[in-house]
């Protein structure tokens, strides 16, 4: 029987090799491995007719030549299948290659990273914010305490935990005066989150630059140098400023920064057309910012008899818009590979 099971090896692998077709390896398998009346399948039901000694030896011969034929099948049904992908297969080297889309940086990232780099030539440090933060940081290190009603000036949403999906990234102030030695300077760019009505200048979710530096004897004048100096950097223009004095907890005094219109050069016009972008003033009101409030400052653990400071926020996605001309805000979160693909 050993010698019949070695014929049997050596015929199938002969006649697998010349096999051309699926169709006659199908039937070659089922003559040889067909479950009833296969070759091998009939040597196996003679196996229990053996002596057990027979039986130790021819069962594990079968097996093995049993596996080794699955293998040669399976072999020869993959290389068929090859040859017949490749006879009904077309290529015409005479078409046009395929355009591949190439991505860019969105135009908020291009702008973050110019912002950045410019700061980073003037000495500032960049910080990440916590886009998940604490009443404490959010607000109260802020000189915003329970029940201030000038909470009420920013739309919040709050966790069922009393957690805070950041209003401003002016939540980093407390951290930054706490971790570093004065004099320094940073920067928090990030994402920031208001319960707000969307309109063509509004958006629930939207990027905000905070800025602080602190030190000794920091006055307005610092203030204004800093900012003046980043604006023309950014817009490569020369600027005509003025401040106007607003409201902020975490400054005194707090300050609006104005600059003359990008759009129209300050005139309030272009083209003898008014200006949409200033509302026809010729100014364009900016930047919040102040001098950092000596509370804000004696929260963080330093001397406010000693140590002074500034702050702004600025809004990214505004700057953008005045950068590129971009009339509506809710074009950079609507996903239209058009208007992307623009910067």
């Not at 069962?59 to 699955?70: D, E, H, Q, R, S």
């Not at 009904?88 to 290659?97: E, K, V, W």
């Not at 949403?157 to 004099?183: C, G, V, Y």
């Not at 530096?213 to 950014?234: D, K, P, R, V």
Request: a negative charge.
């Amino acid at each position: 029987m050993k010698n019949e099971i070695d014929n049997i090896y050596n015929q199938a692998i002969s006649v697998i090799e010349k096999i051309t077709n699926g169709e006659a390896l199908e039937a070659l398998r089922v003559e040889y491995m067909g479950r009833k009346q296969g070759k091998l399948t009939l040597l196996m039901k003679n196996i229990p007719d053996l002596s057990i000694a027979e039986k130790r030896e021819i069962g594990p011969l079968i097996n093995k030549v049993k596996n080794a034929l699955t293998i040669a099948f399976d072999k020869k049904e993959k290389t068929l299948g090859q040859i017949t992908n490749s006879e009904n297969s077309f290529f015409d080297i005479t078409l046009p290659g395929e355009k591949f889309n190439i991505g860019t940086l969105h135009p908020i990232t291009q702008v973050r990273l110019q912002v950045e780099k410019i700061f980073q030539k003037m000495g500032f440090e960049i910080l990440n914010p916590n886009e998940i933060d604490d009443d404490y940081h959010v607000f109260t290190s802020l000189n915003l305490p329970p029940q201030h009603p000038a909470r009420d000036m920013w739309d919040t949403f709050w966790t069922e935990n009393d957690l805070i999906p950041i209003t401003h990234t002016s939540s980093m102030q407390n951290r930054a005066m706490k971790e570093k030695t004065p004099p320094f300077g940073v920067i928090v760019p990030g994402r920031c989150f208001r319960h707000e009505a969307t309109d063509a200048h509004h958006e629930h979710t939207f990027y905000q630059v905070e800025g602080l530096y602190i030190g000794e004897n920091i006055n307005l004048s610092h203030l204004i140098g800093t900012i003046l100096t980043f604006l023309q950097e950014y817009f490569q223009k020369e600027l005509r400023y003025k401040i106007q004095p607003s409201y902020f907890p975490f400054v005194e005094p707090g300050l609006e920064f104005l600059v003359s219109c990008v759009m129209c050069d300050g005139k309030g016009e272009k083209d003898k057309i008014p200006c949409s972008t200033c509302g026809h003033s010729g100014w364009l009101e900016l930047i919040p910012c102040g001098l950092t409030h000596p509370k804000v400052i004696e929260m963080a653990g330093l001397d406010p008899k000693k140590y002074s400071g500034f702050a702004w926020g600025m809004g990214l996605d505004r700057l953008v818009m005045l950068k590129y001309g971009i009339e509506d805000i809710r074009h950079f979160h609507a996903g239209d590979l058009r208007f992307l693909k623009q910067f």
